[in-house]
């Protein structure tokens, strides 16, 4: 056994990488959290600081595999409309053409005027129309964008991290702690998720932070559940019987070792529930118990035009919708590649 033991190269170009990934995810968090507080860095450079720092993740996770992720064709359309639909979101502030949200920018004569149309002085085309209070939809889906987008991702990781802290300590542990906190997972994971955010949200208010909040509660169970499994598999494995036979301290043995094992199953469902995670608070925007109406996301943006569906007006809420369907079906199509990239089992 000891001869399957390697001792870690400090010249090992692997550590630069993985010490690029860690810094890189500790800077998209605080561009984030920076962003949604508005304190900090100045907004546009907390903007290119978060861009930067989700393409460099990509970059650690596809390290040596993009020959087998950009395998065809779909990988490229998906991987390239998320790009897009990203870069939009974040800059959304430069590109719109209309700050929807500033009162001074509106005019309510404005108001559902239908796609390709003009304001009043004839300075500005609203290319896909205008909402009953004279906003112009294509800026309000780039603003609703950013929102969904980082609602999801800030709840998306600090549900992760706490997941992966429970199922790792439960698999590591064992024993009863392991049986009460599982417990504890399965008796969260019996419920619907839209039934558990709707009663969050209906005891905190509305507001970002409380959204967050309440998507975080919903979703650590998943992480927990998913890296108890992974890491009960890779205890049992000799490289851990090995570094225990070595003495290694059980805090070095679980972030040297364990953790890193974990990782690839991680990635994927945490891409997969990003998007779930946009639709479950966009169904709570639509709801009227998500985000505020001073940062509507696009389920809010849908809900604001449905009354008027019938009466013609599709716009308000179609191209809202169609954003939407675009960024969820562009984030699963790439959480699919990733599956198909990470996972070894899958390699012919």
């Known amino acids: 056994m000891s001869a399957d033991i390697q001792i870690p190269d400090e010249n090992d170009p692997g ?23 508005g304190t900090g860095l100045p907004p546009l450079m907390a903007r290119f600081i978060l861009l930067i720092g989700l393409i460099i993740l990509a970059a650690v ?37 209309q700050n929807p949200y500033d009162l001074r920018q509106l005019d309510i004569m404005d108001g559902r005027q239908p796609p390709g149309s003009t304001n009043f002085d004839k300075t500005m085309t609203f290319h896909l129309g205008t909402d009953e209070q004279g906003r112009d939809i294509l800026s309000g889906i780039l603003y609703g964008l950013r929102v969904s987008l980082s609602v999801s991702l800030v709840a998306t990781l600090m549900a992760m991290v706490i997941g992966v802290v429970v199922g790792i300590y439960a698999a590591w542990a064992g024993g009863r702690i392991e049986a009460i906190l599982m417990r504890i997972v399965d008796f969260q994971l019996s419920f619907p998720s839209i039934l558990v955010a709707l009663m969050l949200m209906a005891a905190f208010g509305r507001g970002l932070d409380k959204i967050v909040i309440a998507l975080i509660i919903v979703q650590w169970a998943y992480y927990a559940r998913t890296v108890r499994g992974t890491a009960l598999s890779e205890t049992r494995k000799e490289y851990i019987d090995a570094a225990r036979g070595l003495g290694l301290p059980a805090w070095r043995i679980v972030f040297g070792h364990l953790l890193p094992n974990c990782i690839p199953p991680l990635i994927v469902i945490s891409t997969v529930q990003v998007a779930n995670t946009i639709v479950l608070e966009s169904s709570l925007s639509f709801l009227g118990v998500g985000v505020p109406i001073t940062q509507p996301s696009l389920g809010l943006l849908i809900a604001n035009g449905y009354g008027y ?40």
């Open 15 to 37: 550590r630069l990488w993985r010490l690029a990934s860690r810094l890189s995810a500790i800077a998209v968090l605080a561009a984030l959290l920076m962003l949604l507080s």
């Open 61 to 97: 996770l596809l390290r040596g595999k993009y020959a087998k992720f950009f395998s065809g064709p779909a990988a490229y359309v998906a991987t390239a409309s998320l790009l897009v639909l990203v870069v939009l979101a974040i800059f959304a502030a430069e590109l719109s053409p």
């Open 309 to 348: 569906m019938l009466s013609g007006q599709y716009w308000m809420s179609m191209y809202p919708g169609i954003a939407l369907l675009a960024i969820v079906a562009a984030i699963n199509m790439v959480g699919d590649r990733l599956r198909d990239t990470l996972n070894p089992r899958l390699s012919r």
